[in-house]
């Protein structure tokens, strides 16, 4: 009797919205437009008037309610934990290995792109002004400025903490998703993925971590890496043989 080997069909790419192309390429371009206008010397009134505001406007109260939402952004602290927590419950859940796929190449492309683009852009934080090495607001607004000194908290642009939690807060969505089987609410999902970049974009231009246009810069690159991640047929990867009983789809919708 001829023994029939299974088939699998080649990984299609999984849709998002909007559908198409053509929003990443407006990603880019816009990114590309802002780092441009701010190497040219423009925006730079902006993120000083902002940044001044935000010194000005600084009351106990709200810079500690600022910092506490600030947490949501700490990568190494919760985003990723967090993530990988839920990715093994996932895992165990649904007896695949494809939910730790999912984590291990958002760890790989995070870590390929927003930290040497902030390392390339080289400029230093709006605190860079007020703590040692106590630079003028003039010279630590400026983008690629090779001339800064040592400890100039010269990785500013693009924000992290904002691209970083449209990155992983998508991840984390997805994976409570699958772990209620679909069935976590829209509106919930829609929230976890909304809710902490926005509040990020605020309070790290509130507390003078980052200027107004390294959020903006983070927000633009958050998103194109989101829908990277999200093109990513994890469901349907090809794995090894030894791997057998641990691929099952773990994704809850079509």
Request: glycine fraction near 8%; charge should be positive; include cysteine.
């Amino acid at each position: 009797m001829r023994q029939t080997t299974e088939v699998r069909e080649k990984p299609l790419l999984r849709p998002v919205r909007p559908a198409g192309w053509w929003f990443d390429g407006l990603l880019l371009a816009a990114l590309a437009g802002l780092t441009v206008a701010l190497a040219t010397g423009h925006l730079y009134g902006l993120d000083l008037d902002v940044s001044g505001w935000a010194f000005a406007h600084d009351p106990a109260p709200l810079y500690w309610t600022a910092r506490l939402f600030n947490l949501l952004g700490q990568g190494g602290a919760l985003l990723m934990p967090l993530s990988g927590a839920l990715a093994l419950a996932v895992a165990w859940r649904r007896h695949s290995i494809r939910p730790l796929l999912l984590v291990a190449g958002t760890l790989v492309l995070t870590y390929c792109t927003i930290g040497p683009f902030k390392v390339w852009t080289d400029r230093a934080a709006p605190t860079a002004t007020v703590r040692s090495p106590f630079l003028s607001p003039e010279q630590a607004v400026r983008i690629f400025n090779e001339d800064l000194p040592a400890r100039a908290y010269d990785m500013s642009y693009p924000s992290g903490h904002v691209a970083n939690a449209i990155v992983w807060y998508g991840v984390i969505a997805l994976l409570l998703a699958a772990l209620t089987a679909g069935r976590l609410p829209a509106g919930v999902y829609r929230l976890i993925r909304v809710a902490p970049p926005v509040i990020l974009l605020v309070t790290t231009t509130y507390l003078n971590f980052h200027w107004i246009t390294d959020g903006v810069g983070g927000l633009l690159l958050g998103l194109l890496l989101d829908r990277v991640l999200h093109r990513v047929p994890w469901d349907d990867l090809p794995l090894p043989g030894a791997l057998r009983n641990w691929d099952h789809p773990f994704i809850p919708y079509p």
